[in-house]
């Protein structure tokens, strides 16, 4: 049975990047682009030529796609000027891309009160201008800003402009919920009636996520015969952000009635890319990932409760509505007070100690773990210390070094140049193979002079010599730190989680607890660095290996 070509518009290097907080770079934005490309998208929108410096530096040296067609977006040509010399229409022209994107009005109060022309002129902006980009021999795609909501308030007049458009030559025409409150039933319904009159081979859906329903209204608008998706990556755009691509691709790709409807330029084994694209973007933009993100998350294919997971163990289609490897996730089994023994005997393999289930020290250690989370241990968070406290019972933990003391002291004062700064000082001394070693450093950055804070500083001192470890810490570094405070006053508990990573791209969790915050970050500091020797399987101390 021959599927129906479904084309994807990925529009997260200009509507994602009006998301709070995102501002790419140009070298940032052909990344994502190249990334895109890869995975199969069909066009990526680059921008708005002229409207800011860094999308005029990312069209002056645009990135080399292989499949995927870029595209410059733009308006439609303002009142009283032909479109041959509208500048800002000009902009868009001499970016050069083989496809330019233009936006316009649909809805007559938008015409008459933002842009305040006639409905009339309104219209020959939106032929001329589309026209124009046909006749220079470029492909044109018209946005039909607002036009769910002119359509509600006037829908001879939303209808007109859309095949105004058409008419005068664009490829496609997308309806856009521009304020992301049209129900997804009201998109559908529109949509067909749109699909009447215009092919639905040109007929494309953009929606924002302001009622939460974005990807569910582009599903509705495919149902009712688009055929075009528009959407962002992670679901950037302004305000609650827009269709996220992230989830519409797989739920396309592996769910009825689409998956065996139509066809996309993503094929089975780039969606398996899916869930590094989404943390690339992360990454990029210097942002924890979303750890219950449809597909993608961390958190998406994760069996808490014991009952689960011992379904889980006798067929994952209990508990999971794809394979988690078909988008590039992977499935999980965290340690928590929920867990029960088949839970903890798949997680112990996971990390590579194979345990029979019937073990007598399954017992012990399922009940350490119930005790320490009641105490404020988060093991589901920080898989790391749960093997690490897993290897302390059973017999298989490895000793390297010991921190016999720390001291770590704050002090307020004037710099050298009478500014007040807080600078923190850390002294560890560490024992390896009996050799006692003293290191101190200062919290205070070496190239601006910042504060970088207390446990910056006892993490500095703690690497700077672990004697024959010292090479397999070298490219240690913390990459997250997150504080929760688990009791009220001033005698509160806290929980410190630690995200560490090394040159090999690995990233791993642990966890610390303590009632003084700097102490809890020595626990999971210290964690982290023992379950990288033991991964990097580095030698034990002497006196253990005697």
């Not at 990047?17 to 070298?27: I, K, L, M, P, R």
């Not at 149902?223 to 992230?246: D, H, P, S």
């Not at 073990?359 to 005790?371: C, H, I, N, S, T």
């Not at 990573?501 to 809890?520: E, F, H, K, L, P």
């Amino acid at each position: 049975m021959t599927r129906e070509r479904l084309t994807l518009y990925d529009t997260t290097l200009r509507d994602g990047q009006q998301t709070q907080g995102v501002d790419f770079s140009a070298e940032d934005k052909r990344r994502i682009a190249r990334a895109l490309d890869r995975l199969g998208i069909d066009y990526v929108e680059g921008g708005w030529p002229g409207a800011n410096p860094t999308d005029s530096e990312f069209f002056r040296e645009p990135p080399t796609l292989a499949t995927a067609r870029l595209a410059a977006f733009g308006m439609t040509k303002r009142a009283g000027r032909s479109a041959e010399n509208d500048e800002v229409l000009a902009e868009v022209v001499n970016a050069g891309t083989p496809v330019v994107c233009l936006v316009g009005k649909t809805h007559d109060f938008h015409v008459e009160t933002a842009l305040g022309v006639t409905l009339d002129e309104n219209r020959e902006n939106i032929r001329e201008s589309v026209r124009r980009i046909v006749e220079l021999g470029r492909e044109a795609i018209f946005d039909a800003e607002h036009f769910f909501d002119g359509w509600k308030a006037n829908p001879d007049y939303a209808l007109a402009c859309a095949v105004d458009a058409y008419e005068a030559g664009a490829r496609w025409v997308v309806l856009c919920d521009t304020n992301g409150g049209t129900m997804p039933a009201e998109i559908g319904r529109i949509t067909a009636e749109v699909c009447a009159r215009i092919p639905g081979s040109h007929v494309g859906i953009h929606t924002h996520n302001d009622t939460e329903q974005a990807v569910a209204g582009s599903l509705a608008a495919v149902e009712a015969g688009a055929r075009q998706v528009q959407g962002t990556l992670n679901g950037l755009g302004e305000r609650c952000g827009n269709a996220n691509l992230v989830s519409l691709i797989p739920t396309l790709l592996l769910k009825e009635p689409f998956a065996s409807r139509f066809a996309t330029g993503v094929r089975p084994e780039a969606l398996e890319s899916l869930t590094t694209v989404s943390r690339k973007l992360d990454e990029i933009l210097n942002r924890q990932p979303d750890r219950h993100a449809p597909y993608v998350g961390a958190a998406a294919f994760a069996h808490k409760a014991g009952l689960h997971a011992s379904a889980i163990a006798k067929d994952p289609t209990t508990y999971e509505h794809v394979p988690p490897e078909t988008v590039g996730n992977a499935r999980v089994i965290p340690m928590s007070n929920q867990a029960g023994r088949s839970n903890l005997v798949k997680r112990l393999a996971e990390a590579g100690i194979a345990v029979d289930a019937r073990d007598d020290r399954l017992g012990p250690l399922l009940a350490a773990v119930k005790e320490r989370e009641d105490q404020g241990f988060a093991y589901d968070s920080a898989a790391a210390s749960f093997e690490l406290l897993a290897r302390d019972h059973l017999g298989l933990r490895p000793r390297y070094f010991t921190v016999e003391r720390f001291r770590v002291t704050v002090e307020r004062r004037f710099n050298a140049r009478g500014e007040k700064v807080t600078v923190s000082e850390a002294v560890v001394v560490v024992n390896v193979d009996g050799h006692r070693a003293i290191s101190a450093s200062e919290s205070l950055d070496p190239l601006t002079g910042a504060d970088q804070g207390p446990v910056n500083a006892l993490a500095r001192a703690l690497r700077r010599d672990l004697g024959k470890y010292q090479d397999y810490i070298d490219d240690f570094r913390l990459t997250d730190f997150k504080v929760r405070i688990l009791t009220g006053g001033t005698e509160a508990v806290t929980r410190v989680l630690i995200e560490s990573g090394d040159a090999t791209g690995a990233r791993w969790s642990t966890v610390g607890v303590s009632a003084n915050i700097v102490d809890a970050s020595a626990q999971a500091l210290l964690d982290a660095i023992e379950w990288k020797l033991i991964r990097d399987g580095a030698p034990v101390a002497q006196a253990a290996a005697e």
